[in-house]
Structure formats: C-alpha cells, structure tokens
C-alpha cells in the first residue's frame, strides 16, 4: 500500500510502537493477527493523510549565497564545486528526508518545532533526520569517491 521503502520502515515502527502501548487493551475477543493488521491499516491510511495535507519546506537554499569576495580563483572554482556537489547530493533523498533536513540542520529548528512544522510527531521526526542525514552523507560520498591517480617516477 506504500509505495517507498523508507515510508514502510516507519510505518511499521509506529504500528509497533501503537500495538506495544496499547497491547494492555487487547481483549482476546478478537484474533491478535487482526487486530494488529488494523493498527496498521490504520497508520497507513493516517500516514496518506498527512502526506495530502502537509506543509513542504522551501527548497535547500541558494548555496551561492556562501560565495566569498576574497576568494582567489582556485578558492571561487572549488566552492563552486562543492556547490554543484550539495546541490546533487542534497536532491537525492526523498522529499520528507530533505524536508526534515532542511528544517532541523539548516534553519535550526528543534525536533518539536520541525513536528510542528510538518504536522507529524517528534519520535517520527528523530529517525527520518536520522536517515536523512544518513542518505545524504552517502550521497556526498558517493560523489567524492574518485580514483586516486598514481605518478610515474621519471
């Protein structure tokens, strides 16, 4: 019913954080298994609703804004790059992990004030920063990743 991967894990995690909280409630009238498939109906048709609904962020900022004055031309055409390489980086992770990013790690709003923010709680907000981060330092990795070119001795 979901389509990406990274939305299944955290669905998942809340339907068992539900499932654990309420488990004292569970009358033994019903079959367990069902009950627990409701909970996670549940979320996910919850987790559809907040998505319709839900605020999205501006864009990551203009990252040529951080251009120096002083930079000599070496020190301009590395930022640049570096520039180019966060821009790519940065569109990589789905939306709700730049979302979250952007809120908390760039404009330095608290996990309460992003849950808020994006009409969500904070325990889902902490693990999808987490992986947001995660995905994004893989991504600037992955981008930086270059074969080291070796000398001839002459």
């Keep these: 019913m979901v389509k990406h991967t990274a939305d299944v894990e955290d669905i998942l995690q809340n339907v068992f954080l539900k499932a654990w909280m309420k488990l004292s409630s569970f009358r033994f009238e019903a079959n367990f298994r069902s009950w627990l ?31 120096c004055a002083g930079d000599s031309p070496e020190e301009s055409a590395q930022r640049a790059e570096t520039v180019q390489m966060l ?14 990013v952007t809120l908390c790690d760039i404009e330095q709003l608290t996990a309460s004030e992003t849950a808020r923010h994006l009409n969500t709680t904070v325990p889902s907000v902490k693990p999808r920063r987490f992986r947001g981060k995660r995905m994004l330092s893989v991504a600037l990795k992955g981008m930086t990743a270059e074969p080291v070119l070796t000398r001839k001795a002459a």
């Excluded at 821009?87 to 979250?100: N, T, V």
């Design 37 to 67: 498939t409701s909970i996670a109906m549940n979320e996910v048709f919850q987790h559809y609703r907040h998505f319709r609904y839900r605020p999205t962020c501006a864009e990551f900022p203009n990252f040529e804004k951080l251009v």
């Design 87 to 100: 821009r790519l980086a940065s569109a990589r992770p789905p939306k709700k992990y730049q979302e979250i």
